[in-house]
Protein backbone atom coordinates (compact mmCIF):
# COMPACT_ATOMS: atom_id res chain seq x y z
CA UNK A 1 0.00 0.00 0.00
CA UNK A 2 1.28 3.24 -0.90
CA UNK A 3 2.28 5.47 1.55
CA UNK A 4 1.12 9.57 2.25
CA UNK A 5 2.54 11.68 -0.76
CA UNK A 6 3.06 15.54 -0.92
CA UNK A 7 4.36 17.81 -3.78
CA UNK A 8 6.49 19.56 -3.57
CA UNK A 9 9.46 18.78 -1.57
CA UNK A 10 11.02 21.70 -1.70
CA UNK A 11 9.91 25.12 -2.50
CA UNK A 12 11.30 28.24 -2.46
CA UNK A 13 8.85 31.48 -2.58
CA UNK A 14 9.62 34.91 -1.60
CA UNK A 15 7.37 37.34 0.78
CA UNK A 16 4.10 38.66 0.24
CA UNK A 17 3.59 35.53 -2.68
CA UNK A 18 1.23 32.51 -2.16
CA UNK A 19 2.03 28.98 -1.83
CA UNK A 20 0.00 25.86 -2.47
CA UNK A 21 0.79 22.77 -0.63
CA UNK A 22 -0.50 19.06 -1.78
CA UNK A 23 -1.17 15.64 0.00
CA UNK A 24 -2.52 12.77 -1.43
CA UNK A 25 -3.15 9.98 1.71
CA UNK A 26 -3.22 6.78 2.02
CA UNK A 27 -5.75 4.32 0.30
CA UNK A 28 -9.07 4.44 2.22
CA UNK A 29 -7.71 7.05 4.11
CA UNK A 30 -10.21 9.83 4.95
CA UNK A 31 -8.63 12.36 7.31
CA UNK A 32 -5.83 14.29 6.66
CA UNK A 33 -3.89 16.56 9.27
CA UNK A 34 -1.62 19.47 8.44
CA UNK A 35 1.41 20.59 10.91
CA UNK A 36 4.26 22.97 10.62
CA UNK A 37 7.28 22.32 12.05
CA UNK A 38 10.37 25.01 12.54
CA UNK A 39 13.69 23.87 13.85
CA UNK A 40 13.39 22.63 17.39
CA UNK A 41 9.66 23.49 17.38
CA UNK A 42 7.12 20.44 18.40
CA UNK A 43 4.04 19.99 15.66
CA UNK A 44 2.41 22.86 15.33
CA UNK A 45 -1.38 21.80 14.56
CA UNK A 46 -2.91 23.59 11.56
CA UNK A 47 -6.19 21.59 10.62
CA UNK A 48 -7.66 18.56 10.24
CA UNK A 49 -10.08 17.56 7.33
CA UNK A 50 -12.57 14.56 7.05
CA UNK A 51 -14.78 13.66 4.25
CA UNK A 52 -13.96 17.38 2.56
CA UNK A 53 -15.05 19.01 6.24
CA UNK A 54 -12.92 21.15 7.85
CA UNK A 55 -13.56 19.22 11.47
CA UNK A 56 -10.51 21.30 13.97
CA UNK A 57 -8.12 23.84 13.75
CA UNK A 58 -5.27 25.38 15.27
CA UNK A 59 -4.18 28.57 16.27
CA UNK A 60 -2.95 29.89 13.06
CA UNK A 61 -3.96 33.36 11.42
CA UNK A 62 -6.35 32.76 8.34
CA UNK A 63 -3.88 33.41 5.73
CA UNK A 64 -3.40 29.70 6.34
CA UNK A 65 -6.01 27.53 4.79
CA UNK A 66 -7.00 24.08 3.95
CA UNK A 67 -9.43 22.00 1.72
CA UNK A 68 -10.17 18.12 0.70
CA UNK A 69 -11.28 16.95 -2.29
CA UNK A 70 -13.65 13.90 -3.01
CA UNK A 71 -10.87 11.85 -3.31
CA UNK A 72 -9.43 12.75 0.11
CA UNK A 73 -6.58 14.61 -1.09
CA UNK A 74 -5.74 17.67 0.51
CA UNK A 75 -4.45 20.71 -0.25
CA UNK A 76 -3.06 23.84 2.24
CA UNK A 77 -2.55 26.78 1.20
CA UNK A 78 -0.82 29.86 2.46
CA UNK A 79 -1.07 33.45 0.90
CA UNK A 80 1.18 36.79 1.97
CA UNK A 81 3.84 34.85 3.15
CA UNK A 82 6.52 35.95 5.57
CA UNK A 83 9.37 35.17 6.62
CA UNK A 84 8.23 33.27 9.60
CA UNK A 85 6.24 31.14 7.43
CA UNK A 86 10.01 28.80 6.92
CA UNK A 87 9.48 25.58 7.95
CA UNK A 88 8.76 21.76 7.36
CA UNK A 89 4.81 21.44 6.68
CA UNK A 90 3.63 17.88 7.20
CA UNK A 91 0.45 16.01 6.05
CA UNK A 92 -0.85 13.03 7.77
CA UNK A 93 -3.43 10.70 7.02
CA UNK A 94 -5.55 8.62 9.22
CA UNK A 95 -8.34 5.94 9.00
CA UNK A 96 -11.13 7.59 10.50
CA UNK A 97 -11.35 11.69 12.49
CA UNK A 98 -7.96 11.57 13.56
CA UNK A 99 -9.21 8.82 15.77
CA UNK A 100 -6.86 6.53 14.62
CA UNK A 101 -2.77 6.37 14.39
CA UNK A 102 -1.69 9.24 12.02
CA UNK A 103 0.73 8.34 9.15
CA UNK A 104 2.97 11.13 7.83
CA UNK A 105 4.28 12.26 4.47
CA UNK A 106 7.97 13.10 3.68
CA UNK A 107 6.89 16.83 3.97
CA UNK A 108 7.24 20.29 1.90
CA UNK A 109 10.50 22.07 3.02
CA UNK A 110 9.15 25.73 1.91
CA UNK A 111 11.69 28.16 2.51
CA UNK A 112 10.52 32.30 2.40
CA UNK A 113 13.08 34.94 1.30
CA UNK B 1 -5.83 23.54 27.71
CA UNK B 2 -5.48 19.97 27.47
CA UNK B 3 -1.63 19.45 27.77
CA UNK B 4 1.02 16.62 26.70
CA UNK B 5 4.66 17.00 28.79
CA UNK B 6 8.15 15.63 27.46
CA UNK B 7 11.46 16.38 28.85
CA UNK B 8 13.11 17.91 25.87
CA UNK B 9 16.74 16.17 26.66
CA UNK B 10 18.62 15.73 25.30
CA UNK B 11 18.38 12.78 26.95
CA UNK B 12 22.02 10.82 26.80
CA UNK B 13 22.40 6.57 26.55
CA UNK B 14 25.11 4.60 26.67
CA UNK B 15 24.62 2.35 23.68
CA UNK B 16 22.90 -1.42 24.91
CA UNK B 17 21.62 0.21 28.33
CA UNK B 18 17.58 0.74 28.58
CA UNK B 19 16.36 3.99 27.22
CA UNK B 20 13.76 5.56 29.16
CA UNK B 21 11.20 8.10 28.24
CA UNK B 22 8.40 9.71 29.86
CA UNK B 23 5.56 11.44 28.71
CA UNK B 24 2.50 13.16 31.08
CA UNK B 25 -0.79 14.27 30.16
CA UNK B 26 -3.52 16.31 31.61
CA UNK B 27 -6.75 15.35 30.21
CA UNK B 28 -8.07 12.59 32.68
CA UNK B 29 -10.30 10.62 30.38
CA UNK B 30 -7.40 10.30 27.09
CA UNK B 31 -7.83 6.83 25.50
CA UNK B 32 -5.80 6.47 23.15
CA UNK B 33 -1.29 7.13 23.15
CA UNK B 34 1.17 7.17 20.50
CA UNK B 35 5.04 7.35 20.65
CA UNK B 36 6.93 8.61 17.09
CA UNK B 37 10.55 8.84 16.65
CA UNK B 38 11.38 11.73 14.10
CA UNK B 39 14.86 11.65 12.46
CA UNK B 40 16.73 15.05 12.15
CA UNK B 41 14.87 16.34 8.66
CA UNK B 42 12.83 13.62 8.24
CA UNK B 43 8.47 13.19 9.15
CA UNK B 44 7.72 11.73 12.28
CA UNK B 45 6.70 7.62 12.20
CA UNK B 46 4.64 5.48 14.01
CA UNK B 47 6.65 3.42 16.96
CA UNK B 48 3.74 2.03 18.87
CA UNK B 49 -0.10 2.76 20.60
CA UNK B 50 -1.38 1.75 23.20
CA UNK B 51 -4.82 2.04 24.58
CA UNK B 52 -4.91 0.36 28.11
CA UNK B 53 -3.56 0.58 31.33
CA UNK B 54 -0.06 -1.85 31.79
CA UNK B 55 2.93 -2.65 28.87
CA UNK B 56 3.18 -3.29 25.27
CA UNK B 57 5.74 -4.96 23.88
CA UNK B 58 6.90 -4.96 20.39
CA UNK B 59 11.08 -5.93 19.41
CA UNK B 60 13.23 -3.89 21.86
CA UNK B 61 10.53 -1.36 22.33
CA UNK B 62 7.85 -1.27 25.34
CA UNK B 63 4.99 1.73 26.22
CA UNK B 64 3.83 1.66 29.70
CA UNK B 65 0.75 3.32 30.31
CA UNK B 66 -0.20 4.20 33.64
CA UNK B 67 -4.00 6.04 33.87
CA UNK B 68 -4.28 6.87 37.16
CA UNK B 69 -0.79 8.87 37.07
CA UNK B 70 -1.27 10.02 33.62
CA UNK B 71 1.74 8.98 32.07
CA UNK B 72 2.87 7.16 29.31
CA UNK B 73 6.77 5.74 28.88
CA UNK B 74 8.33 4.28 26.00
CA UNK B 75 11.75 1.94 26.92
CA UNK B 76 13.96 1.45 24.55
CA UNK B 77 16.27 -1.73 25.71
CA UNK B 78 19.29 -2.42 24.06
CA UNK B 79 19.58 1.11 22.56
CA UNK B 80 22.07 1.71 19.22
CA UNK B 81 22.85 4.57 17.91
CA UNK B 82 20.36 3.99 15.50
CA UNK B 83 17.90 4.80 17.71
CA UNK B 84 19.23 8.70 18.48
CA UNK B 85 16.30 10.66 17.31
CA UNK B 86 13.17 12.73 18.73
CA UNK B 87 10.85 10.97 20.17
CA UNK B 88 7.38 12.74 20.16
CA UNK B 89 4.56 11.49 22.47
CA UNK B 90 0.82 11.79 21.35
CA UNK B 91 -2.49 11.45 22.90
CA UNK B 92 -5.94 11.67 21.67
CA UNK B 93 -7.93 13.21 24.79
CA UNK B 94 -11.18 12.41 25.36
CA UNK B 95 -13.49 15.19 24.17
CA UNK B 96 -12.61 14.75 21.07
CA UNK B 97 -10.10 13.12 18.66
CA UNK B 98 -7.87 15.68 17.35
CA UNK B 99 -4.07 14.34 18.59
CA UNK B 100 -2.78 16.74 20.70
CA UNK B 101 1.25 16.97 20.50
CA UNK B 102 4.42 17.04 23.49
CA UNK B 103 7.43 18.51 22.06
CA UNK B 104 9.67 16.00 21.93
CA UNK B 105 12.80 13.76 23.53
CA UNK B 106 15.70 14.14 22.00
CA UNK B 107 17.64 10.64 22.45
CA UNK B 108 21.34 10.56 21.96
CA UNK B 109 22.97 6.99 22.22
CA UNK B 110 26.64 7.36 22.85
CA UNK B 111 28.25 4.39 21.87
Known amino acids: KAGVTQTPRYLIKTRGQQVTLSCSPISGHRSVSWYQQTPGQGLQFLFE???????NKGNFPGRFSGRQFSNSRSEMNVSTLELGDSALYLC????????????FGPGTRLTVL | QKEVEQNSGPLSVPEGAIASLNCTYSDRGSQSFFWYRQYSGKSPELIMFIYSNGDKEDGRFTAQLNKASQYVSLLIRDSQPSDSATYLCAVIPGSNYQLIWGAGTKLIIKP
Open chain 1, 49 to 55: YFSETQR
Open chain 1, 92 to 103: ASSGLAGEDEQF
